[in-house]
């Protein structure tokens, strides 16, 4: 109904013909095992949104064929958002974005599945032993693709990869206090 009312509806149905597939291509795939990062989409049961950020060694993300991939789930902060929304709605959307070189994205659309890594090994002994060198999976996230299209490069900026800086004086908090209030910011708020 909005691309009828905003008068896109052509210019979609267009897309949809040539850039919505229904699995990963050849070149999706290499893409695919070419990313160290990629955003990741769920929701719970109600419909709760949630967004994330996953990232690894490039082809951290292991294409199985052209309708599954898998990635490690490491140990975070304990909050299990992403895997406790696949838990109660499988549906999880993944997009995969090129910074530094092509400038390109794609989404892949589908249904997750949390696996330990036995059970991921045996149906697929194909995987990565140490996709993290030093970091061992919690679990692994099995995606079965619903869909997969590009992400144009009109918006995406260009970056590039640098060390992290080891300047002592650039002192921030600890992750964990990060964005908590300090003492004072939180008298000014109660008022």
């Not at 008068?7 to 897309?15: K, P, V």
């Not at 160290?36 to 709760?48: E, I």
């Not at 099995?142 to 900026?157: D, G, L, N």
Request: hydrophobic fraction near 35%; aromatic fraction near 8%.
């Amino acid at each position: 109904m909005l691309q009828d009312h905003l008068g896109t509806l052509q210019r979609a149905d267009a897309f949809y013909d040539r850039q919505v597939h229904p699995r990963l291509t050849e070149t999706m795939r290499d893409f695919i095992g070419r990313q160290s990062m990629l955003f990741l989409s769920t929701a719970d049961a109600r419909g709760h949104c949630d967004s994330s950020f996953r990232a690894g060694p490039p082809g951290f993300v292991t294409v199985l064929d052209d309708r599954t991939l898998a990635y490690p789930e490491y140990r975070g902060n304990g909050v299990m958002a992403s895997a406790g929304n696949m838990a109660e709605n499988p549906h999880a959307g993944l997009l995969f974005l090129d910074f530094t070189h092509h400038h390109i994205g794609l989404h892949v659309n589908g249904t997750a599945r949390l696996l330990d890594e036995q059970e991921l090994r045996r149906a697929n002994p194909l995987i990565p032993v140490d996709p993290a060198p030093g970091r061992q999976p919690e679990f692994w996230v099995h995606i079965t693709v619903v869909e997969a299209y590009i992400h144009c490069s009109k918006h995406i900026p260009h970056l590039e990869p640098a060390r992290r800086p080891q300047d002592p004086s650039l002192k921030r908090p600890k992750d964990a206090d990060y964005f908590v209030a300090a003492p004072a910011d939180r008298l000014v708020a109660d008022r």
